[in-house]
């Protein structure tokens, strides 16, 4: 049998990463936590997580976003699924989004975070390690 999904969630909020945690352990995956994006570049480096949720605001603006941007960049790393996690919801905050680059990210989640989402877009991206297994003939 194969290992649980390693899911890493990188937010500066200790009550969201718990939550985030609760929910994502109740299904059987793994999750590691960072609370700045240094943190969450060398534990990607040391242990390759299978899906990263990120925030975008934490210690600056886009701050997410920034660290998305160095993954892509790293050849390591650039093949981690990216959901993108932000309360943004006003204008003047949407307004701070760079809308003339391509956002490297595989899916966008708000918050709040409704359970089921994130659990239909984290299992969207986890890489199936069953479906060669259940298609032999």
């Known amino acids: 049998m194969s290992s649980a999904a390693k899911i890493l969630v990188v937010d500066d909020d200790p009550d969201f990463v718990e939550y985030t ?3 994502l352990e109740s299904q059987g995956y793994q999750v590691q936590t960072a609370a700045t994006t240094d943190l969450a570049l060398e534990m990607m480096r040391k242990d390759k997580p299978d899906v990263a949720l990120l925030d975008v605001m934490m210690s600056y603006v886009l701050d997410g976003l920034n660290l998305t ?3 892509r960049d790293d050849p ?3 093949d981690i699924p990216v959901i993108m996690i932000s309360a943004i919801v006003s204008r003047e905050e949407a307004g701070v989004f760079p809308t003339d680059e391509y956002l ?3 899916a966008f989640i708000t918050k709040p975070v409704d359970p089921s989402d994130l659990l239909e877009q984290v299992a969207k991206l ?3 390690r069953s479906k060669s297994e259940t298609k032999e003939v």
């Open 104 to 106: 490297a990210v595989d």
């Open 69 to 71: 941007r160095q993954m």
């Open 126 to 128: 986890v890489p199936s």
């Open 21 to 23: 945690r609760i929910v």
């Open 76 to 78: 390591e790393l650039k």
